[in-house]
């Protein structure tokens, strides 16, 4: 399945002192693995080494998919919101998902607090799933039909913009 492609330069970042006070307070649980400007995708590689590197689904999907998504998403919607952005990425990632990672990623880290784009972006999208669905625990639904709700769920989102 393919929505289109963006050419994007991609900037693999190394050798931090810190990287970042998230990263710091949780001894290297948490924090940032990339993030996306005008000038392409910027990559903090050593988050992805740690996982196996460049050529895990972590890397192709939930770093590369995921912030092509909030490339596209800047150029065709200026101004849509942290948690909108966020939401429509994370829909990018399940669609092109071969494992369950993210899908149980999002389920944990699922709040619904708006102040917290990343957490509202998954509970949106839990919320959004289970309405598909038709049942509140999606954890244990093939892949292939969690992916088809994702993607009717990113092209509904789409029409709504």
Do not use: N
């Amino acid at each position: 399945m393919r929505f289109g492609s963006e050419e994007l330069t991609v900037y693999l970042l190394s050798g931090f002192l810190m990287r970042s006070w998230l990263d710091f307070a949780t001894f290297g649980v948490l924090g940032t693995g990339g993030w996306t400007t005008d000038e392409g995708l910027f990559c903090v590689a050593e988050a992805y080494e740690k996982h196996g590197g460049l050529g895990t689904e972590l890397f192709r999907v939930s770093f590369l998919q995921h912030e092509a998504q909030h490339a596209a998403d800047y150029r065709k919607f200026p101004g849509l919101e942290t948690a909108d952005l966020e939401y429509r990425a994370k829909l990018m990632e399940l669609v092109y998902a071969r494992s369950r990672r993210a899908l149980r990623q999002f389920v944990v880290e699922a709040a619904p607090k708006r102040e917290f784009p990343h957490a509202f972006a998954s509970h949106a999208l839990m919320g959004g799933l289970r309405s598909k669905l038709g049942r509140e625990f999606v954890l244990d639904v093939p892949l292939p039909i969690v992916r088809s709700a994702a993607l009717q769920l990113y092209r509904e989102h789409t029409e709504r913009l």
